[in-house]
């Protein structure tokens, strides 16, 4: 059942931008869809909406503009967010959701990358949630957002295991002094280790075939806490939530995305990094429950110790990630990522 304060407050969010305007994106919604789902209250949500928009920007009041002929040829005009947004309401409004997802996700599928991830994780938050004017403005964020990362073409894809051996020795030599995600996986882009190491992804049909890589996020994270890893992890979960709609040339996008975000990650060469030792047996009591109640636990502290400063939204975004993933893979790693963000 969905959190009755839920959709209200995705409603009065839409007043506000898409970013901080220092080229940080705005977590509020995908914020509150994962608290509502992680069992928080009413009362929780209003404190982390109050808290969260309190750092944003309101959009200025602004006639209906009229559509574009082709939407397509502004991608990555921020300043366009509005026109963007009135233009996926419309449409919405005309031919209804699915059909507007199956013609737009196409058209911006070659910015899987865009804002460290953010336009896929967003608009994924937006098709769970099921609130039309939400979806508009994910819609739009993505296309105001985007951008384009260089494919990597090496002479073959390296499936999983052989892609993470030889990319994780790679990020732990190099640093980008960018200061954003986003910045540093650009510049990720025009590395020799970035144009050698694409994912192979020919294997992944539908979101049950994640699962490896969502398991090797989930291990990344746990031993690292790296905050850029975070999104990778929470990434691939809005991998699976969009891939229905994703165009039959997917996968370069999306491997570039990761390859770059694996390189901007800046892993501390002192910390093990061996994704392949996360082999434990999944425990009896089903990862999902112990995430939930891990959550809970978190979530009631914060209130109890400072009620103007909840769970910060990363943290909310990675353990809903952990949840998700673990009701499809019941695995230990999952548990142990969200233990990693909640401590």
Not at 7 to 35: E, I, R
Not at 89 to 117: E, H, K, M, N, Y
Request: proline share 8%.
């Amino acid at each position: 059942m969905v959190n009755p304060a839920l959709h209200p407050l995705l409603t009065q969010n839409l007043q506000f931008a898409p970013d901080y305007g220092n080229g940080l994106t705005s977590h509020v919604p995908m914020a509150l869809h994962a608290m509502a789902e992680l069992g928080a209250s009413a009362a929780d949500l209003h404190r982390q909406y109050d808290h969260d928009t309190a750092k944003l920007r309101r959009l200025p009041a602004a006639p209906a503009p009229e559509p574009w002929p082709r939407w397509t040829d502004h991608l990555g005009d921020l300043a366009a967010y509005q026109r963007f947004e009135a233009q996926f309401v419309a449409s919405i409004a005309r031919l209804g959701s699915t059909a507007v997802l199956a013609d737009a996700v196409p058209r911006l599928w070659s910015g899987f990358g865009a804002v460290a991830l953010h336009g896929v994780i967003r608009l994924a938050h937006a098709v769970e949630v099921d609130h039309p004017g939400e979806l508009a403005a994910a819609l739009a964020a993505w296309a105001a957002q985007h951008a384009r990362l260089p494919n990597a073409q090496p002479s073959r894809p390296l499936p999983l295991e052989s892609w993470v051996k030889t990319l994780l020795p790679l990020a732990q030599e190099w640093r980008s002094p960018a200061p954003l995600i986003s910045l540093r996986m650009l510049d990720a882009a025009q590395t020799p280790a970035f144009a050698t190491c694409r994912l192979d992804l020919c294997g992944v049909r539908s979101r049950n075939d994640l699962a490896p890589l969502a398991r090797t996020c989930a291990a990344l994270y746990a031993q690292t806490g790296n905050f850029t890893v975070l999104h990778l992890l929470t990434g691939t979960r809005a991998l699976g939530i969009l891939l229905r709609w994703a165009p039959k040339d997917w996968q370069d996008p999306v491997s570039a995305a990761l390859t770059a975000a694996v390189l901007a990650a800046g892993l501390n060469t002192s910390q093990p990094i061996d994704p392949a030792s996360q082999t434990q047996s999944p425990p009896e009591t089903p990862a999902e429950r112990r995430i939930l109640a891990m959550f809970s636990q978190t979530n009631e502290r914060a209130a109890q110790s400072d009620p103007q400063h909840p769970v910060d939204e990363h943290t909310i975004k990675l353990t809903h990630a952990c949840w998700q993933l673990a009701k499809q893979d019941n695995h230990e790693i999952f548990v142990q990522a969200a233990h990693r963000a909640l401590n």
